[in-house]
């Protein structure tokens, strides 16, 4: 049930599972396979999930699908969600745009545990492309089974937050995306 890196993380008294949640998942067609594989996880460790799509591999535009799972974190109609792409790097960006969202795009089980023990991550991205489908079982049950830690990770969420009050409402400056790269992009 559990990765083995858990067990070595974690004395047998820590070795727990989470309470059942629900959570909603999304994905654009890069990542549909692996988002179809999750929710059969997701559902077999005993979790409700709510499927925003893409709903097959037909391409699609991500942030169509990935802004509706996050704001269902943030309308706390589900407790966390899982969003997936070809890289997770969109999806990401895309989920980050959520107040009150924390996503965070996690390749291994430590970057999972990191991301939920320091930054109470409540948004996890993952790639089809980069992460395999067993490591990234193994990512999701982590990340579902680590409990924030607080203390002075909470004065850092505090100040993130403050950031996003201070800043809510002012459009950022649209760019272009034009410039010159040295791969001629």
């Known amino acids: 049930m559990?990765?083995?890196s858990f067990a070595k993380e974690r004395?047998?008294?820590e070795n727990w599972?989470?309470?059942?949640?629900k959570i909603a998942i999304a994905s654009d067609h890069a990542g549909f396979?692996?988002?179809e594989e999750i929710k059969q996880l997701l559902r077999e460790l005993g979790h409700e999930v709510r499927d925003f799509g893409a709903h097959s591999e037909e391409p699609v535009d991500y942030p169509d699908f990935i802004v509706q799972a996050a704001d269902a974190v943030r309308r706390a109609e589900c407790e966390r969600a899982i969003v997936l792409g070809g890289s997770g790097n969109g999806e990401a960006m895309v989920a980050n745009k959520v107040p009150g969202i924390r996503c965070a795009l996690c390749h291994d089980?430590?970057?999972?545990?990191l991301a939920r023990a320091h930054n109470d991550a409540n948004v996890l991205a993952l790639g089809q492309?980069?992460?395999g489908s067993e490591v990234a079982k193994d990512v999701v049950e982590m990340w579902l089974d680590t409990p924030f830690?607080?203390?002075r990770h909470q004065r850092r969420l505090d100040k993130m937050a403050a950031v996003e009050a201070k800043l809510a409402g002012r459009a950022a400056p649209a760019r272009s995306g034009a410039h010159k790269t040295r791969r001629g992009g």
């Open 149 to 151: 830690e607080g203390g």
């Open 11 to 13: 004395s047998p008294q």
């Open 109 to 113: 089980v430590t970057t999972a545990r």
């Open 2 to 4: 559990f990765p083995a």
């Open 17 to 21: 599972a989470c309470e059942p949640m």
């Open 33 to 35: 396979r692996l988002k």
């Open 129 to 131: 492309r980069i992460t």
